[in-house]
């Protein structure tokens, strides 16, 4: 990944924001570029750890989701037509804000794909991975309709649930009975990660 892709990455991702036309969109941009959204890796050593991976992660995600709704929405177009391309935007795109923020190189560290090693922490806002890309979205001022705030806040699945108590499983499940895009982006973040972004070397 060198700089030139990295900037057509991100004008493709910035693009795709803006044309969902939402207002205040532009100052959303403007807080990721603070926060260091488009610099971040999408992980300490795994699936794209390298400068930009997060952002590169999240475009993968939204290629997957619109790939998704273009092939299953011939078959139940009642499921579909509930989803606006807007907001397979904005969830596919937004769902790891709250990655921004939790890594930082470590001193003498490799930084090759595949090689690459980053620390974490998570102290600042501890309340959780999906929550928190909800609370930092709604904290830039994005309107988010409920459907966004459940596909981002639940898109970790089953790993989000697992282990945890009766309140949070039901919660979980109402989400994805009354929402489809909660479906859709968690299938889309696990077809990212762990298809797209595998590395060649362990393909069998």
Not at 2 to 26: C, H, M, P, V, Y
Not at 33 to 51: D, Q, R, T, V
Not at 157 to 185: C, F, H, Q
């Amino acid at each position: 990944m060198d700089k030139e892709e990295l900037i057509k990455s991100k004008e493709e991702f910035t693009d795709l924001l803006r044309s969902t036309k939402i207002e205040g969109i532009d100052e959303v941009i403007e807080e990721l570029e603070e926060s260091g959204f488009f610099k971040a890796p999408a992980s300490m050593k795994n699936h794209l750890c390298f400068e930009g991976g997060l952002m590169m992660h999240s475009l993968n995600v939204y290629y997957c989701a619109r790939t998704i709704k273009e092939s299953f929405g011939k078959m139940r177009p009642d499921v579909f037509e509930q989803i606006s391309d807007e907001s397979l935007i904005v969830a596919s795109l937004l769902h790891d804000v709250c990655k921004s923020r939790i890594y930082f190189r470590k001193k003498n560290a490799q930084y090759e794909f595949g090689k690459a090693e980053y620390g974490c922490d998570y102290s600042d806002l501890p309340v959780g991975h999906g929550e928190k890309s909800v609370i930092m979205l709604l904290q830039m001022g994005l309107g988010l309709t409920d459907a966004e705030i459940c596909a981002i806040r639940w898109h970790m699945g089953a790993w989000t649930v697992a282990g945890a108590d009766g309140e949070m499983n039901s919660s979980y499940r109402t989400a994805l009975d009354k929402y489809p895009l909660v479906s859709i982006i968690q299938t889309a973040d696990t077809l990212a990660s762990a298809i797209l972004e595998r590395k060649a070397t362990t393909v069998n």
